[in-house]
């Protein structure tokens, strides 16, 4: 079995400068509500991407159902094709049939 290949890292694995560890600008006084605004949208992207990380989950799952149903459906055939095509003297459990021999 060959190796699952390994996900890239993304943008969104990278950690970027919090807002109150590092800027370019001097901090002023009044910048918390800046701040709160800021984390508060970053905070609401991540819950949309949440959802449609949900949605996607139960697309996923209802395909892994719909392909789990259709394998079961597949081996019923095939168990029974196989049926089918046993010997019917096999199995019929008449195993000890009297054999008399024929002269001409």
Known sequence: MAPKPRR??????IKLIGISKGSSMPRMKNSNYLDLHILQKKKDMLKDEFKIIKKRESIILKKIDEIDAEM???????TIKAEENANPFENSGEKNWKTVPITY
């Open 8 to 13: 890239a890292k993304g943008l969104n694995n």
């Open 72 to 78: 079961a459906e597949l081996e019923g055939l095939k």
